[in-house]
């Protein structure tokens, strides 16, 4: 019995020397790592405001675990940059296992100070990676410029109230809402870059906006996120508000990725010109709308591009004005609803009821109305007493399953006819000789395109002339 105790106990003791022998037999890789990219770069970040989240990936290239000692962002706490491994954030992390071609995702952040300079500078920092004695790192660059910030919190009746001229010298940056007031005027000058946050709007309240672009110098407005990944992404901010506006002007803008690219609603009684008067600018990439004239608003438009929106082009509702000459009100946005739609009333169903309005002048002239759709041009009126509808379209291209032939279209309308525009996906309206917009038109005072090209006697139809 005694040798049989001391066999087993001599058993246990090997099986023991054996598993703990195995725990201390991990063989670390003595690799080092692989990295996605050696430099992660911010596009454009204004300064206090945070970017927004990029990546780069780690990898142990190795079929054995690898140990990454350390890794740490070298500017440290006082950095404007931020770091998170893999989940846990912080400026420093060690002793991190990655296991046999396994990766690691570091994300980061950068917040900017202001740099008080109209240039744009670049930010660097770095984060380094040692294993088995080896330190590897990853630069970070941001490209950082300062703003003109305007905030407004309608719900703290925090109002940014704005007139006079806004410098053009730095980019203008809107949260919430900038806001025109009753009476006041607000010129934005040529070359004027203006971001706007998530549903923001330039608010105009019974004031007058002023924008003066020039060709080759336009106004901007898009969102305020400038990564490659926001280029093409509607609906970053909500757009131009003109709430009973005194008379305004849009000349040579461009008003891109937003909801509504411009939304007038309802008519100053003080004022009996057009609300708005818009040359030379395009819209597009609009969540909804292009131009959305509700309740009565008068608008006047010329030399404007207007497509890839993802509700109208052009929508009329509850009646109002128009008047758009030289205009390509196009479709290529949406998948269900026509570029043009017109209605003169409103069902108000909160209130259960419709609500019936004139449209005192709606005017089409060498516009083209086209796009995917089998029909790009849809109209709803309701006509009663007190109510006018006095439509002019004539010398136009639309795209329409049914030809009508109301007294309103004129002699001049070129059904279904294509335009051959040259790559409408890529917005080039551009068009070739065989085109049905070629010498259609009819001469008026809109004398040069939108790209300053003279017209020709008898012009092209649409924004563009072609030589």
């Not at 060690?94 to 990766?103: F, G, N, P, R, T």
């Not at 608010?203 to 007058?208: E, F, L, N, P, Q």
């Not at 010109?273 to 990439?285: D, E, R, W």
């Not at 009819?442 to 020709?456: A, K, T």
Request: glycine share 8%; aromatic share 12%; net charge negative.
């Amino acid at each position: 019995m005694r040798y049989l105790l001391s066999f087993v106990g001599i058993l246990s003791l090997l099986l023991w020397s054996t598993l703990s022998s195995c725990d201390k037999q991990v063989l670390l890789s003595k690799s080092h790592l692989n990295f996605s990219s050696d430099t992660l770069v911010f596009d454009t970040v204004f300064t206090t405001v945070g970017s927004t989240t990029k990546s780069f990936k780690i990898y142990n290239p190795d079929q054995r675990v690898l140990k990454v000692d350390e890794i740490e962002l070298m500017g440290g706490e006082n950095s404007v940059y931020r770091i998170n491994v893999d989940g846990t954030p912080g400026v420093f992390h060690q002793d991190i296992l990655m296991e046999a071609k396994d990766s690691l995702f570091i994300f980061v952040e950068v917040t900017l100070a202001a740099n008080n300079t109209t240039n744009p500078l670049i930010i660097e920092d770095s984060v380094r990676f040692r294993t088995n004695g080896k330190d590897q790192y990853v630069k970070l660059a941001a490209w950082g410029q300062d703003a003109y910030f305007h905030y407004s919190n309608f719900q703290l009746q925090q109002l940014d109230f704005n007139e006079g001229v806004w410098p053009n010298d730095k980019p203008h940056v809107i949260y919430g809402a900038a806001i025109v007031d009753s009476s006041k005027t607000l010129t934005i000058p040529a070359g004027t870059k203006v971001h706007l946050h998530k549903n923001a709007l330039l608010y105009v309240y019974k004031g007058s906006l002023q924008v003066e672009g020039q060709l080759g110098n336009e106004v901007v407005f898009l969102g305020d996120r400038l990564e490659l990944d926001y280029q093409h992404i509607s609906g970053q901010y909500y757009g131009i508000y003109l709430h009973e506006a005194l008379p305004s002007n849009i000349n040579y803008a461009i008003l891109k990725n937003g909801t509504s690219g411009i939304h007038l609603y309802s008519q100053d009684p003080s004022n009996s010109s057009y609300t708005l008067f818009v040359q030379n600018t395009k819209i597009y990439n609009q969540a909804r709308y292009g131009i959305f004239l509700f309740a009565g608003a008068k608008v006047k438009a010329e030399n404007c591009l207007i497509s890839h929106n993802g509700t109208h082009a052009l929508f009329v509702l509850q009646g109002g004005d128009f008047n758009f000459n030289h205009c390509n009100l196009l479709g290529y946005g949406s998948s269900t609803n026509p570029a043009v739609g017109i209605s003169n009333f409103y069902n108000d169903y909160q209130l259960n009821q419709t609500n019936v309005s004139s449209i005192g002048e709606g005017v089409l002239k060498n516009c083209v109305v086209y796009g995917n759709l089998s029909t790009e041009i849809a109209m709803d009126t309701i006509q009663m007493t007190g109510v006018d509808l006095n439509f002019d379209f004539d010398y136009c291209v639309f795209k329409s399953e049914a030809i009508y032939s109301d007294i309103f279209y004129g002699n001049h309308i070129y059904w279904n006819q294509s335009p051959l525009f040259l790559n409408p996906s890529e917005r080039d309206f551009n068009f070739s000789a065989g085109s049905s917009l070629n010498n259609a038109g009819i001469s008026s005072i809109v004398f040069n395109d939108i790209l300053g090209q003279p017209r020709n006697n008898p012009p092209d139809i649409g924004a563009i002339e072609v030589p």
